[in-house]
């Protein structure tokens, strides 16, 4: 384990439900290539905090690394939804442009 996720570790016990944190440790895990991990992280984040915009796109990435495509278009979906209450035009386009990559609406129906 990195220096770096053990402090976040370490952080996140005196804050459970702090969101940065959450996302931090996820890509901390993605780095390192502990995808389980990661996708812990990133669903706990998402339990917590599914206002959180920023999450959706790592995550479908990592659904699609996964080869679990249905579940990474779903992401992206929902994670436009947020984006767009959020008023988030730059995460929206990002999650639009990634769902695009992998389908339409009727390739995962």
């Known amino acids: ?18 969101s940065f944190l959450l996302f931090a440790i996820a890509k901390e895990y993605e780095g390192i290539g502990d995808r389980k991990a990661a996708l812990d ?3 706990n984040l998402k339990r917590n905090n599914p206002d959180y915009v920023g999450l959706y796109y790592h995550l479908g990435k990592l659904y699609e690394q996964s080869e679990r ?15 767009k209450k959020a008023g988030d035009d730059h995460a929206y386009g990002e999650l639009a442009g990634a769902k ?3 389908g339409d609406d009727e390739d995962f129906e």
């Open 1 to 18: 384990m990195s220096d770096r996720l053990i402090l976040l570790k370490s952080m996140l016990d005196k804050n459970p439900d702090d």
């Open 41 to 43: 992280f990133f669903l």
């Open 69 to 83: 495509f249905h579940e990474a278009f779903q992401t992206y979906k929902e994670g436009m939804e947020k984006a």
């Open 100 to 102: 695009l990559n992998l």
